[in-house]
């Protein structure tokens, strides 16, 4: 019934950002667990009748990945061997977007994998943010909404009431979305010209496109693993004369070695999201968390009340 007050539950990968999401919207956050056997077998149970309910269940699939990822498989079976009237499955960050497409000979297009498997299971709905590959909707049968954390994340840049901004996209793919940032930021943009010739997560900056000299530089990007792609590029913008740097990232995936490569470069803060809440690593001074809870909270409540959510996002 439309009328029934949503019923949202985390998993393990999301535990703290559903709490932010449930206490926007004033709902109690479902009651659930997850076991980890010393097997490595994972074990979820749901603690509360929902027979009938339209649940909405959030779930990151990182830190770590394979385990959360499953972890969201069985969650989804479970709501549907309990007799609910819908799952609608929210992944604030995806970790196998970035397996969009089969760009060498004989490798898996994981992301494709992954989405028959979230449909198997039975999802009915999938909410997810800033995927690296958008074209990634259409590897679902189901309905798929992806979400901007760009709001919130000009929103803070604005704040800080920064002189002479120039928006910079870290490499050519980006450049689509960076125009965006560029447009709420009322603010000129430049290009890095990257180049990733291998799976280290290691890339060359070949060259910089557009003026950034005597200028405040602001690096959007969707994620950051390694941090060295930020640090390089703000290595770049100071060497073409850009007075500050800072940077704003969707997803922090933020692995061992990131913080420190971070805080050795010219970036004076780094916005991220809370969409990540796990990482293996403390976060310095320069690192910043904004939450994108309201975000979320709000694509729901429309989702329920079968509002438009694309009014969400008309800036």
């Not at 999401?21 to 109690?28: E, F, K, M, V, W």
Request: aromatic share 8%; net charge neutral.
């Amino acid at each position: 019934m439309i009328d029934d007050p949503m019923k949202v539950f985390a998993g393990s990968g999301s535990r703290q950002l559903t709490a932010r999401i449930c206490a926007y919207l004033g709902l109690p956050m479902g009651k659930n667990e997850t076991l980890h056997f010393s097997d490595g077998n994972t074990f979820v149970r749901i603690l509360e009748n929902v027979r009938g309910r339209r649940v909405y269940l959030v779930q990151s699939t990182i830190f770590p990945a394979n385990d959360n990822f499953m972890e969201l498989l069985f969650w989804i079976d479970a709501f549907r061997r309990s007799g609910v009237d819908s799952v609608t499955v929210v992944i604030p960050y995806f970790s196998y977007a970035k397996g969009d497409k089969k760009d060498e000979p004989r490798v898996s297009i994981r992301a494709r994998v992954c989405a028959d498997a979230i449909e198997v299971a039975g999802a009915d709905r999938i909410v997810m943010m800033d995927l690296h590959a958008p074209q990634i909707q259409g590897f679902f049968h189901r309905p798929v909404d992806n979400l901007y954390a760009l709001p919130l994340l000009c929103n803070r840049i604005k704040k800080l009431n920064l002189e002479n901004i120039v928006v910079v996209s870290p490499d050519a793919g980006f450049a689509k979305q960076a125009r965006r940032y560029a447009s709420c930021l009322q603010a000129p943009m430049a290009i890095a010209d990257k180049e990733r010739s291998g799976h280290d997560e290691k890339a060359s900056i070949l060259q910089l496109i557009g003026d950034v000299r005597g200028k405040t530089a602001v690096i959007v990007d969707d994620f950051t693993i390694s941090g060295g792609t930020l640090a390089a590029v703000a290595q770049e913008l100071v060497a073409h004369g850009a007075v500050a740097v800072y940077a704003a990232v969707t997803h922090g995936v933020l692995t061992p070695g990131s913080i420190e490569r971070i805080d050795a470069s010219p970036i004076q803060r780094l916005f991220i999201t809370d969409t990540v809440e796990n990482q293996p690593v403390t976060f310095s001074q320069k690192i910043e968390v904004v939450s994108v809870a309201s975000l979320f909270a709000e694509a729901m409540r429309r989702i329920h009340y079968r509002e438009s959510i694309s009014e969400m996002f008309r800036y």
